[in-house]
C-alpha cells in the first residue's frame, strides 16, 4: 500500500515555458504533500508543504510565485514551474503523508521528475 | 532549528564487508526515519523508529535509535553490490506540520 504517482517523469522543455508536475496518491488519502528538490548526489531540499483546502506553506528562500503548488483534492497536489530557466533544471520529488491520527505516519515518495531546461 | 548531521557521505567498500551510517543531531526526535534511493528514483523507506532504545532488523540491515531519541545508526553486515544506493536518514520533529528533516545522504558502492 501507500503508492504515491509522479507524473511526468522526465520533461525536457524550453526557457520560458511553464511546466506542470502532478503527485498523486493512488490508495490512500493525503491531507499533506511535500514538494522536494534534489541535486545529483545530494540529499532532499523542501521547498514547500501543500496541505489539502489551503494555499501551501515555502521554505525560506523558495519562491512562491515561481513554484506554484496546488493542492485541490485529498489525492492530488501540483507543482508548476512558471517561466522555467535552466537554472530550474533538477530533480523533483513529492511526497504524501497518510492522514493525521499518528503524527508519526512516515512520509511516501513518488518517484521523481527530472525537468531539464533547454 | 533542528539539523541532522549523516555520516560519511560517501563510502565505497568490497563485497562482504560491515558497514556502519550515522546520523546525529543535538535536537530531540518523535520518530527518525531511513530512506534507500537508487538514481533517477524517488527514496523508498526502510524504517520508521520512534522509541528511545529501539533496534530494528531488516534482513541484513540493523537501525538503532539513540535512547535520548537525537542520534541514529544504520548497520549492513556483509554487504552486496544490491545495497549501492543512496542512504538517507530523516527525522520528524516536534511540531505536528508533519515536515521531514534530512541528513545529507550517504552513497554507498559496494563492489563486486
Known amino acids: 500500500g501507500a503508492v504515491v504517482s509522479q507524473h511526468p517523469s522526465w520533461v525536457i522543455c524550453k526557457s520560458g515555458t511553464s511546466v506542470k508536475i502532478e503527485c498523486r496518491s493512488l490508495d490512500f488519502q493525503a491531507t499533506t504533500m511535500f514538494w522536494y528538490r534534489q541535486f545529483p548526489k545530494q540529499s532532499l531540499m523542501l521547498m514547500a508543504t501543500s496541505n489539502e483546502g489551503s494555499k501551501a506553506t515555502y521554505e525560506q528562500g523558495v519562491e512562491k510565485d515561481k513554484f506554484l503548488i496546488n493542492h485541490a483534492s485529498l489525492t492530488l497536489s501540483t507543482l508548476t514551474v512558471t517561466s522555467a530557466h535552466p537554472e530550474d533544471s533538477s530533480f523533483y520529488i513529492c511526497?504524501?503523508?497518510?492522514?493525521?491520527?499518528?503524527?508519526?505516519?512516515?512520509?511516501?515518495f513518488g518517484d521523481g521528475t527530472r525537468l531539464s531546461i533547454l | 532549528t533542528q539539523l541532522l548531521e549523516q555520516s560519511p557521505q560517501f563510502l565505497s567498500i568490497q563485497e562482504g564487508e560491515n558497514l556502519t551510517v550515522y546520523c546525529n543531531s543535538s535536537s530531540v526526535f518523535s520518530s527518525l526515519q531511513w530512506y534507500r534511493q537508487e538514481p533517477g528514483e524517488g527514496p523508498v523507506l526502510l524504517v520508521t523508529v520512534v522509541t528511545g532504545g529501539e533496534v530494528k532488523k531488516l534482513k541484513r540491515l540493523t537501525f538503532q535509535f539513540g535512547d535520548a531519541r537525537k542520534d541514529s545508526s544504520l548497520h549492513i553486515t556483509a554487504a552486496q553490490p544490491g545495497d549501492t544506493g543512496l542512504y538517507l536518514c530523516a527525522g520528524q520533529g516536534s511540531s505536528n506540520t508533519g515536515k521531514l528533516i534530512f541528513g545529507q545522504g550517504t552513497t554507498l558502492q559496494v563492489k563486486p
Open positions: 511526497s504524501a503523508r497518510t492522514l493525521a491520527g499518528n503524527s508519526n505516519q512516515p512520509q511516501h
